[in-house]
């Protein structure tokens, strides 16, 4: 059984491209799997969400709240799990890429991330875990120059990548 180190991605559609290819990187090769996170509802359309930020504890609720979350949740988990064993199989190191996504990659990708990155550490507490949230910093600013909103709010390097 080989290392295999899973980083979780959050991204909006707006800004990267949803067509994901197998990669190497320092010879370990990147092995996708990519989850739409589309299918619940825009936070952005709730007068009380529109501004919350995926990072903020509330986004995660919301999304948790809705029909079918866990479910949803769950296979999720059970996906990556399975490919994970799959890899861990295998004669070679590598990452497992799961390519979280959503529409602005500010609220569901970003929460939904972190919500199966941290199911996935309860489920197994020792495996590499890690989370970048590609568009969030990015996102912010559009929203704080050119839109005058979320001008309080502020994100360090440690929001938008971290270990689990």
Same mark, same amino acid.
């Given at each position: 059984?080989?290392? *295999? ?5 959050? /991204?909006?559609? #707006? =800004? @990267?491209?949803?067509? &994901?290819?197998?990669? !190497? ?35 995660? *609720? ?5 029909? /079918?979350?866990? #479910? =949803? @949740?769950?296979?999720? &988990?059970?996906?990556? !799990? ?51 949230? &590609? ?30």
């Amino acid at each position: 059984m080989k290392n *295999v180190t899973v980083v979780f991605t959050s /991204g909006g559609g #707006n =800004w @990267l491209g949803t067509e &994901l290819g197998d990669g !190497a990187m320092l010879k370990q090769k990147i092995h996708q799997l990519c989850i739409s996170a589309k299918g619940f509802p825009d936070p952005v359309a709730d007068p009380e969400m529109k501004h919350v930020m995926g990072t903020d504890p509330r986004a995660r *609720v919301f999304l948790m709240q809705q029909e /079918g979350a866990e #479910n =949803w @949740l769950c296979d999720q &988990l059970s996906a990556i !799990a399975e490919r994970l064993e799959e890899l861990q199989a295998e004669d070679e190191s590598c990452i497992l890429h799961v390519a979280v996504r959503c529409r602005g990659g500010f609220q569901r990708s970003v929460a939904i991330a972190e919500i199966l990155a941290a199911l996935l550490r309860k489920k197994l507490s020792d495996q590499p875990i890690m989370v970048a949230h &590609l568009t969030l910093l990015l996102v912010l600013a559009v929203r704080q120059l050119h839109f005058g909103v979320n001008k309080g709010d502020s994100l360090s390097l440690d929001d938008t990548v971290h270990e689990v």
